[in-house]
T-cell receptor
């Protein structure tokens, strides 16, 4: 699986968009970019995933650069309940390998 | 769908006792994963099954840990004997196949404290 790099922490004002970056320069052609989040004391929660195209669901949007070396998770209107650790992962035909993620604090 | 169901949610046990954690995957999923989370090591994969057969147990820390999947709807992770360093949150997860586009879903975890 691709190694990913994320900032250790970010702040966001409630009601504003939260843009979480992720670098995955070693991602291979068949690997998807996945985002999960973990709210304290809960299990990792799936947010969104994509291969090449930008994706949007009810939770967030995922913007993947054309060269696929980086991506951005966008929470359009962050709320206090979005405070969590956000994990960006590259996944091929294997399991998920978690890094340290980004601690997003919404206040 | 009920999601991945784990039990117990919290367990406190004494060193040396046997601990059994249980997991019911999402119906229809053929892959099941056990992860452990600690402050020091983060989230790490212990073992995973495909169609009830263990595929990779290289993450199991030592012989005190064992996992079984007797049928498609039930798995156990057992620690015998337990030690204080086993204190962690244990997550079970499941997915339909391991194609990159198929999502892995996690349970809420079992918080284990060994005193």
């Amino acid at each position: 699986d691709a190694k990913t790099t994320q900032p250790p922490s970010m702040d966001c004002a409630e009601g504003r968009a939260a843009n979480l970056p992720c670098n995955h320069s070693t991602i291979s052609g068949n690997e998807y970019v996945y985002w999960y989040r973990q709210i304290h004391s809960q299990g990792p929660q799936y947010i969104i995933h994509g291969l090449k195209n930008n994706e949007t669901n009810e939770m967030a949007s995922l913007i993947i650069t054309e060269d696929r070396k980086s991506s951005t998770l966008i929470l359009p209107h962050a709320t206090l309940r979005d405070t969590a650790v956000y994990y960006c992962l590259g996944r091929g035909y294997s399991t998920l390998t978690f890094g340290k993620g980004t601690m997003l604090l919404v206040s | 769908d009920a999601g991945v169901i784990q039990s117990p949610r919290h367990e406190v046990t004494e060193m040396g006792q046997e601990v059994t954690l249980r997991c019911k995957p999402i119906s229809g999923h053929d892959y099941l994963f056990w992860y452990r989370q600690t402050m020091m090591r983060g989230l790490e994969l212990l073992i995973y099954f495909n169609n009830n057969v263990p595929i990779d147990d290289s993450g199991m820390p030592e012989d005190r840990f064992s996992a079984k999947m007797p049928n498609a709807s039930f798995s156990t992770l057992k620690i015998q004997p337990s030690e204080p360093r086993d204190s962690a949150v244990y997550f079970c997860a499941s997915s339909f196949r391991t194609n990159p586009g198929n999502t892995i879903y996690f349970g809420e975890g079992s918080w284990l404290t060994v005193v």
